[in-house]
């Protein structure tokens, strides 16, 4: 069964830093592009991180830049989301997202926690 | 960016009843890169048309994408219990997303 797992949520201060994980299986994550999505309590969803599979290319949203980078760990098959500089308003559920070449993306994790507060 | 805006906000309705969601672009977008996903309480949201108007596997032919341009529509044509839920479309453009804020379709 095609699968992502996050982990690595949890609660921090303002300032912290956290390491978000994602897991695949029943595919090859480094083989897909894939998307990180956050959602703040009661609200909508918000596109924050990119990774292309084939080059080490990324891009951010505006406002996780230069707080927030993307990287993969081929040999566990999974994909790490290192949040720096924690502001309350990243406190949100953080999804990781298979995306597919028209920028659909066909599968979610579950989705993990993220408090941001003192 | 591109600014996605859907309406209504809420729709109310009940079951059995067609329910039609607008999403409309602040500039035009590619029809290949337009989707939309359903999200239920507490749950990750699930792809349900892409390419504004291709089912994704194990999607209902009762949801219907349409659209081009700066607006696509989501058609879901006799609302089943299961369908109540938040529907979001979202775009795809310059390694860049962007989602709608959602349209709540709940039981009247």
């Known amino acids: 069964e095609v699968q992502l797992v996050e982990s690595g949520g949890g609660l921090v201060q303002p300032g912290g830093s956290l390491r978000l994980s994602c897991a695949a299986s029943?595919?090859?994550?480094?083989?897909?592009?894939m998307n990180w999505v956050r959602q703040a309590p009661g609200k909508g969803l918000e596109w924050i991180s990119y990774?292309?599979?084939?080059?080490?290319?990324?891009n951010h949203a505006d406002s996780v830049k230069g707080r927030f980078t993307v990287s993969r760990d081929t040999a566990k098959n999974s994909l790490c989301l290192q949040m720096n500089s924690l502001r309350a308003e990243d406190t949100a559920v953080y999804y990781c997202?298979?995306?597919?070449?028209?920028?659909?993306?066909?599968?979610w994790g579950k989705g993990t926690t993220v408090t941001v507060s003192s | 960016e591109i600014v996605l805006t859907q309406s209504p906000g809420t729709l109310s309705l009940s079951p059995g009843e067609r329910a039609t969601l607008s999403c409309r672009a602040s500039q035009s977008v590619s029809s290949s890169n337009l989707a939309w996903y359903q999200q239920k309480p507490g749950q990750a949201p699930r792809l349900l048309i892409y390419g504004a108007s291709s089912r994704a596997t194990g999607i209902p032919d009762r949801f219907r994408g349409s659209g081009s341009g700066t607006d696509f529509t989501l058609t879901i044509s006799r609302l089943e219990p299961e369908d109540f839920a938040v529907y979001y479309c979202q775009q795809y453009g310059s390694s860049m997303w962007t989602f709608g804020q959602g349209t709540k379709v709940e039981i009247k």
């Open positions: 997202a298979r995306v597919r070449p028209s920028g659909y993306m066909d599968v």
């Open positions: 990774t292309l599979s084939i080059s080490s290319f990324i």
């Open positions: 029943g595919f090859t994550l480094s083989a897909y592009d």
